[in-house]
């Protein structure tokens, strides 16, 4: 074990601060990672505010993780010491199941295992993410970084990244497709340049006007304004997609209303109770709503592959770890394009 | 036009009562068919009420039609004189869009013609349904009955039936599938009879105890009563498709949890607002909720060549049509098994 820097909260109302925290010594099978960037991800926030029930402290988030390969243990086959990688949402999983047989991890039957706020199944209690010097993790969880790409704008494809690439790749968005991204966030801003990389028509849609002339930098082709009543009623039945990652509560039956017959909308945002959906809405016109949950570890590597051709990354601002609670503030008021990604050199000060 | 008998409601607070209505003269491409036996589908009784806002009067209800050609128009081709044909949700549509070139007519973009309460493109007006003596209805409209069937207990496929076997046809059900129809009304009891056919494990999903033995006669393998938590957690996980034919608002989340990863709960009753969904019960197994409306006419001819096949009809209950006040209180208390029919021979006294 060695005793390293991190950043987290004690309690669900306390600010971060610099902490200490154990990490396991590198196994067989084990990548030791010096982590160089760390992304900020609303389920950061969610986790150390226990909104979703289940937090346990202290709580070190992060888990868009960039960082260099310091040690590799004897079995690791596909890394070495100087390589470049990175950890998403996940670093263990049963590895025998119907889902991780399908490279799909992030549904293992037994619960995948958090980067933070997982259980841990080497040092007992739980998890700790990135927002630290270092990290230790089974080879089979952590992915190659393209080199073309500049590495701390990385660091979101492996959260927001693949949490939007996962169902534009699953439900097979193709070329001429007529796509909507709704929503324009952290996932949003990925959710068009992939769409607008797979080739599609990409609309934004959006209750904000001043979002528009951002919408089409990133890749959109056409901004569309969910509460102009006339606007929306053009485009009824038009959408090949729907990909929706508003984060909170909202209607989805104005977005259905959207659909192409037989199509889908998948919802990546909302881990909440939505507003009351009408039947109607999906009846007519044998319509679908899905969700999707990051992507499997395969997935991810395939991803960032794609990145690397299409030279796709975050837009980011990065940040020193002593004003991680300012960005916090920032992200709850929408106030960052798009992700804060913290500088992990500023750990040592 | 010929003036003819039929029974109807000249208001929303009113009872039905004896009236007489016009009907157009048989034209090149037109069936006339004298109605032997019209379905009691509570699609009507919505429609009486004006429960969705649409409704003109009077209305004549009845889209569950069985009977006998009478006559057929000069450039008929597919019936003559004598023959036992139906006629169900639908009696046009503008025969040209992309829903109705891929035989999907209940989806014409231009609105397809309801058999009751849609634009009568030929008198003016409103259509009139099944409740009466007889209809003339275009032969794209109208369906061959297999003549080993019971015609009574035919009358509500045409409704009852389309609307269950489409999803279970459209989503590839197969032999083998876990299958769980939700509610044992009308509907339900008829997906229960079309999935046990299609060789699935039929488990019936209901709040109602007292139904098990009902359902196990319908069909199914197994009873699942979703008030028992226990047993529900069970069966979380565990369905390849879930048919929803609950009629009215209710909490959809805990079905959702019973669904397989990537599978499919389709609903086919509640035509209203739901409960809140929770964005979580998709997005933890990518899994789907989805819409369906009867059939297309093509499939519908389909569905009555596997009834033939199978030798599938619905439980009915056969009635006067001078009963028909008394039936639909039934109906609403879900006192029926599981579908009143009309005699329309009752119609003459």
Same mark, same amino acid.
């Given at each position: ?27 067989? *099978?084990?990548v030791k ?7 900020v991800?609303h389920?950061d ?5 226990n909104?979703?029930? !289940?937090?346990?402290?202290p ?9 260099r390969?310091e040690?590799? $243990?004897?079995?690791?086959k ?9 950890v ?9 199941c119907s889902a991780?047989n399908d490279?799909?991890?992030?549904f293992?039957?037994e ?5 933070y706020?997982g259980?841990?199944?080497h040092?007992?209690?739980?998890t700790?993410?990135?927002y630290?010097?270092m990290i230790?993790v089974?080879e089979k ?17 492996l959260?927001? $990244? ?5 169902p ?8 001429g497709?007529?796509v ?7 996932l949003g801003h990925?959710?068009i340049?992939f769409?607008?990389a797979?080739g599609?028509?990409v ?9 528009e002339?951002?919408?089409?930098r ?15 009623k053009k485009?009824a039945?038009?959408?090949d997609?729907l990909? *929706?990652t508003v ?5 989805? !039956?104005?977005y259905?209303?959207l659909?192409?017959?037989d199509s889908?909308?998948?919802?990546v945002?909302a ?7 009408h039947g ?17 570890i ?7 592959d794609?990145?690397?051709?299409? *030279? ?12 991680? !609670?300012?960005?916090?503030d ?5 106030d960052?394009?798009y992700?804060?990604v913290i500088d992990?050199?500023?750990?040592? *000060?």
């Amino acid at each position: 074990m060695s005793t390293i820097k991190a950043y987290g909260a004690d309690t669900k109302d306390s600010d971060l601060k610099s902490m200490t925290i154990e990490r396991r010594e590198t196994k067989k *099978n084990d990548v030791k990672i010096k982590i160089t960037y760390c992304g900020v991800c609303h389920s950061d926030i969610h986790t150390v505010q226990n909104d979703w029930g !289940n937090s346990k402290y202290p709580v070190v988030p992060g888990h868009e993780i960039i960082g260099r390969v310091e040690e590799v $243990g004897s079995d690791v086959k596909n890394f070495k010491e100087g390589d470049l990688v990175g950890v998403g949402c996940m670093v263990d999983s049963c590895q025998d199941c119907s889902a991780c047989n399908d490279d799909l991890e992030q549904f293992c039957e037994e619960g995948m295992v958090g980067t933070y706020n997982g259980k841990d199944k080497h040092l007992g209690g739980h998890t700790y993410g990135g927002y630290s010097e270092m990290i230790v993790v089974d080879e089979k969880f952590v992915l190659s970084i393209p080199d073309n790409l500049d590495e701390k704008a990385v660091a979101p494809l492996l959260c927001a $990244g693949i949490t939007t690439y996962s169902p534009l790749n699953h439900w097979k968005v193709k070329k001429g497709d007529k796509v909507g991204v709704i929503g324009l966030g952290g996932l949003g801003h990925m959710g068009i340049k992939f769409a607008h990389a797979l080739g599609a028509k990409v609309v934004m849609i959006t209750t904000s006007p001043g979002k528009e002339k951002d919408a089409k930098r990133l890749g959109a082709d056409e901004v569309l304004i969910s509460k102009n009543d006339e606007d929306m009623k053009k485009h009824a039945n038009s959408f090949d997609f729907l990909l *929706n990652t508003v984060p909170v509560k909202h209607d989805i !039956n104005p977005y259905l209303q959207l659909l192409k017959r037989d199509s889908t909308m998948v919802m990546v945002g909302a881990i909440e109770p939505l507003e009351p959906m009408h039947g109607g809405s999906l009846v007519m016109g044998r319509k679908r709503v899905a969700g999707s949950l990051i992507g499997g570890i395969k997935e991810t590597q395939e991803m960032l592959d794609f990145c690397g051709k299409h *030279n796709i990354t975050s837009d980011i601002e990065v940040i020193d770890i002593d004003t991680i !609670n300012t960005a916090y503030d920032r992200v709850k008021n929408s106030d960052v394009k798009y992700r804060f990604v913290i500088d992990m050199e500023s750990l040592k *000060n």
